[in-house]
């Protein structure tokens, strides 16, 4: 067998493992406006988190007038508005990872992205969105009825949850760390 001959006999091995890559061709303005996205949005979702956690000391320390409001507040600002950026933040992301040298699962910390990602927005949606229904009443009431509202202390880990995995996906995205993800052959 010549050098040659091996070399095809290798290229046509690997061309159907390649065919499966799916890689989007974005042109460089759209990629920048992609990225601009993704980092614009994940900046809102700290800067939400940094509310919530705001918020949730409020409702917890302060005297009944602020804690009713901070706690019908707490109800408008940890749904909807969390929700979209997550999403708008997990599709620029899987767009970047189609459409960059990256990918989506090619290296660990792009993986450990998304997985955060996915994990936090099915958190907000399943876990924190149907409580934040009753505390918003809860605070509504308090406020008509100049009582406190009864918040949970447990309220306190969702914003302390979701900032601290915001920012270690940030820290991935400067530093880049661990090697590519090995495929089986």
Request: hydrophobic fraction near 60%.
């Amino acid at each position: 067998m010549t050098a040659t001959s091996t070399a095809s006999t290798i290229a046509a091995t690997r061309a159907p493992a390649d065919a499966r890559v799916i890689r989007l061709r974005l042109p460089t303005r759209v990629r920048k406006l992609v990225l601009l996205t993704h980092i614009a949005a994940a900046g809102v979702w700290l800067g939400i988190d940094l509310v919530m956690g705001i918020l949730v000391l409020t409702a917890l320390g302060a005297d009944p007038t602020g804690a009713g409001a901070a706690a019908a507040s707490l109800a408008a600002v940890a749904t909807w508005p969390l929700v979209v950026v997550g999403v708008v933040t997990l599709v620029s992301g899987v767009l970047l990872g189609l459409g960059s040298k990256y990918g989506l699962v090619r290296y660990w910390w792009v993986l450990v992205k998304l997985v955060i990602n996915i994990v936090l927005v099915t958190l907000v949606v399943l876990v924190l969105w149907p409580g934040m229904a009753s505390l918003g009443v809860a605070g509504r009431t308090a406020l008509a009825s100049g009582d406190s509202p009864v918040v949970g202390a447990m309220l306190v880990f969702p914003p302390v949850v979701s900032s601290t995995a915001v920012v270690v996906a940030m820290t991935l995205s400067v530093f880049k760390p661990w090697s590519r993800v090995r495929r089986s052959r």
